[in-house]
């Protein structure tokens, strides 16, 4: 018999407890092995739980017990989380997180000294919920050279923008019908403003390239300034706009890496992924381009990602399962003005001739999108690639236009 904790009895460590309950004989026959949860720590109470006899509010109970040998992490936030679980690690006890904050934070310390007390420290949940990405990168990939990881992230924006594409909503009309739906949280921030998604490609950069790329290093856009006549536009031009999370290896020392709005080519994999479902493409030089796609958030899909993780620390109690990545100063990150790709600008203008024949003197060759009922004063066009330094300072010889709104074009 293994003995296991939970720190956080929510919507995912409920699941996590649930599935541990009613899956018993599934996972024994999977490592010989039964799995006891002997401590759960919340504030609250459950009676209705069948493991209300459990339930403690000391962490000391966890920490302490020596019997214990797998911690699970699903309080989410940094504090008291990243104390917890140093603490776990540093007395040898394995831990299994769905925190991504925490990993995109921390990850590169725990990792650390999980490998100094011959722990594991496992994560899988954290980036794609119920969708495998961390094993698969680590372990199935691992004869591959990655040089390229993009993503639908979160699964909120994803189902804001499918609204918006498929049936005309606006931003703010999307949004409501989300957080109705119970997928956007009263404070939309983290998901709409990019946040969420910022944490997951850090994590996933970090783990493919070997260094930890921290948060504050990558430039993070939103959905929140979309339009409706952008994601029109869009589909003029032969796509859709998606919230990407990217990470490009351009040379030994070099990795570019960005969330932001894009839009998406129509004959990308990511293209067709809708509502809150998620989709990851790893391109790596002997597979090629490779997608893990499914539902990236949600009670019982990520408590699905946690269990496995148990199972496989469980597995490796004796001998420490390899993952892991440096600690890094950011040196390694492009700039995100210098990240070259092409743009889409639209704007309005008295004279639209002028203002087309304006664009091409200072731009070059651009693209010119056209819509049906678009107002008589609208401008939009499409840059060939460009750095976003040399853009922004061409864009502000644009006279005559006032820019509305400015999107990347992803090379998916």
């Not at 759960?40 to 459990?54: G, N, V």
């Amino acid at each position: 018999m293994i003995s296991v904790a939970i720190m956080g009895h929510g919507v995912v460590g409920g699941g996590v407890a649930e599935i541990l309950y009613t899956h018993k004989q599934k996972l024994f026959a999977a490592i010989g092995e039964e799995i006891n949860v002997k401590h759960i720590l919340d504030l609250r109470e459950f009676p209705d739980s069948p493991y209300a006899d459990r339930f403690t509010k000391d962490f000391n109970d966890i920490v302490n017990d020596i019997e214990v040998r797998v911690v699970v992490e699903t309080m989410g936030g940094l504090h008291p989380a990243y104390e917890f679980v140093k603490e776990c690690l540093s007395n040898g006890k394995s831990v299994v997180t769905s925190n991504k904050e925490l990993v995109a934070a921390y990850g590169a310390e725990l990792l650390a000294i999980a490998s100094e007390q011959n722990a594991n420290f496992m994560f899988e949940a954290a980036v794609g919920g119920g969708i495998p990405i961390i094993r698969p990168i680590n372990q199935c990939l691992v004869a591959n050279n990655v040089s390229e990881i993009a993503g639908i992230l979160n699964g909120t924006t994803n189902f804001i923008l499918t609204k918006m594409i498929h049936e005309g909503m606006g931003f703010d009309e999307a949004l409501k019908l989300a957080q109705e739906l119970g997928y956007a949280e009263r404070n939309p921030e983290a998901d709409v403003e990019g946040h969420d998604a910022c944490r997951k490609i850090c994590i996933l950069a970090s783990l493919a390239f070997g260094k930890h790329i921290y948060p504050d290093a990558v430039h993070t856009e939103g959905i929140s300034k979309i339009k409706a006549a952008d994601v029109e536009y869009a589909e003029a031009w032969g796509g859709v706009i998606k919230l990407i999370g990217s990470v490009k290896k351009l040379d030994k020392d070099t990795i570019d890496i960005i969330v932001a709005p894009m839009f998406v080519p129509n004959e990308s994999q990511l293209a067709n992924i809708d509502d809150v479902f998620n989709g990851i493409m790893v391109r790596g030089d002997c597979t090629g381009d490779v997608v893990f796609y499914g539902k990236g958030a949600g009670k019982l899909p990520t408590a699905s990602a946690v269990v496995a993780d148990i199972v496989d620390s469980i597995k490796h109690l004796k001998s420490r399962k390899y993952l892991s990545w440096a600690d890094s100063d950011n040196s390694s990150v492009l700039t995100y003005r210098e990240s070259v790709r092409a743009m889409y600008l639209r704007g309005v203008a008295d004279d639209t001739a002028a203002a087309y024949d304006k664009a091409k003197a200072v731009f070059g060759e651009i693209h010119v999108l056209t819509k049906d009922n678009a107002p008589a004063n609208e401008v939009a066009f499409i840059t060939e690639p460009i750095a976003l330094s040399d853009f922004e300072a061409k864009k502000a010889l644009l006279t005559g236009m006032t820019i509305e709104s400015v999107i990347r074009i992803g090379d998916l």
